[in-house]
């Protein structure tokens, strides 16, 4: 059986910097009716494996270590056994999160993942965090963008470990590049593709932000 994608939606909060807000978080899963990696194991373990409901899971994939990403990673992997994969240089953000529990492996630029018979290829794309990564699985003409590029322009660079050119380099060089058709599955919010978002770039650029 091919691999499918999945999105669930949980709710919480992501703290930094000393400010909280209340977000929304697309935890995606992708995988068949037997396995499964999840990328981005958002606010409640619990929904995660209900979704998932009774699959292998193989992986929990980190797109970066912001806490909204992440905090229900240690919970999911220790009902399930799979293991926390997370670029390193997003330890120190891990760290603020869970500073007693460490990721399990890391996560390196043109790594493979595969799952279900799917490949999915890992892009380091820093910016929004440094370990900022996004998946890209060509088989499901999909990009896994985390909060490196989302519907309307890149992720947000205003606060710590973040960067608006690093993140603007990373989405001209590493993602823009990529088919016009590949849909961006993104870390909140709605789906866009990167056709819809590749002429917007030099508007990004020039609202600086």
């Known amino acids: 059986m091919a691999a499918r994608v999945e999105r669930l939606v949980t709710s919480g909060t992501f703290a930094l910097d000393g400010g909280t807000w209340d977000v929304d978080n697309n935890v995606w899963i992708v995988g068949d009716d037997t396995e499964a990696i999840v990328i981005d194991a958002a606010h409640d373990a619990e929904a995660i494996v209900r979704a998932l409901g009774g699959r292998t899971l193989r992986a929990i994939v980190c797109t970066h270590a912001h806490n909204d990403h992440i905090d229900a990673a240690p919970e999911l992997a220790d009902r399930t056994g799979a293991p926390i994969l997370l670029h390193a240089d997003d330890l120190p953000l ?66 710590s470990f973040s960067h608006f050119p690093t993140i603007i380099d990373s989405i001209r060089d590493r993602l823009l590049s990529l088919p016009a058709a590949t849909v961006v599955r993104t870390g909140h919010g709605d789906p866009t593709t990167i056709g819809a978002e590749a002429p917007h770039l030099d508007e990004w650029i020039a609202r600086g932000h």
Do not use: I, M, N
Request: glycine content about 18%; hydrophobic content about 35%; charged content about 15%.
């Open 94 to 159: 891990w760290k603020q999160t869970h500073p007693e529990r460490s990721p399990d492996g890391g996560l390196a630029d043109g790594q493979v993942l595969s799952v279900a018979g799917t490949e999915l290829t890992v892009l380091h794309t820093p910016g929004h965090a440094p370990g900022a990564v996004c998946l890209y699985a060509p088989g499901l003409d999909t990009l896994f963008s985390g909060d490196t590029l989302f519907a309307g322009g890149p992720g947000a660079t205003g606060r």
